[in-house]
């Protein structure tokens, strides 16, 4: 499995990296996982449908972040990934708090694989 990231992905990284200095350890064990079980898989993590395009985006609903170790179940991050089951392609598309924002953002999805 190959992974790549958008632009803005990689501003949200950087901001969060700030506050969060495990995420990058923490997204490795991401992609460890991706590679065994890519496709959604519920409760927790689900396709993002009624987007009006073919490709498969999915948000994962909370990254084990050790940062946040013992900030309960209400905390979290949520990373939205672009899986291209054929060309065994992720695209890490968006990566924030839940606290900061309340859903992904489509236009970026929409922008970028329409």
Do not use: W
Request: some cysteine; overall charge positive; glycine content about 4%.
């Amino acid at each position: 499995m190959k992974f790549e990231t958008l632009k803005e992905f990689d501003k949200d990284l950087k901001y969060l990296l700030k506050k969060y200095r495990s995420l990058n350890s923490d997204l490795e064990d991401v992609k460890i996982i991706l590679k065994a079980r890519p496709n959604e898989h519920a409760p927790f993590s689900f396709r993002i449908d009624n987007l009006g395009i073919t490709s498969c985006v999915i948000k994962i609903n909370k990254i084990a972040c050790n940062s946040l170790k013992g900030f309960g179940v209400n905390s979290g991050l949520r990373l939205i990934y672009a899986h291209f089951q054929e060309e065994e392609i992720i695209i890490f598309v968006e990566l924030y708090h839940k606290n900061d924002k309340e859903n992904e953002d489509k236009q970026r999805i929409l922008n970028n694989f329409k």
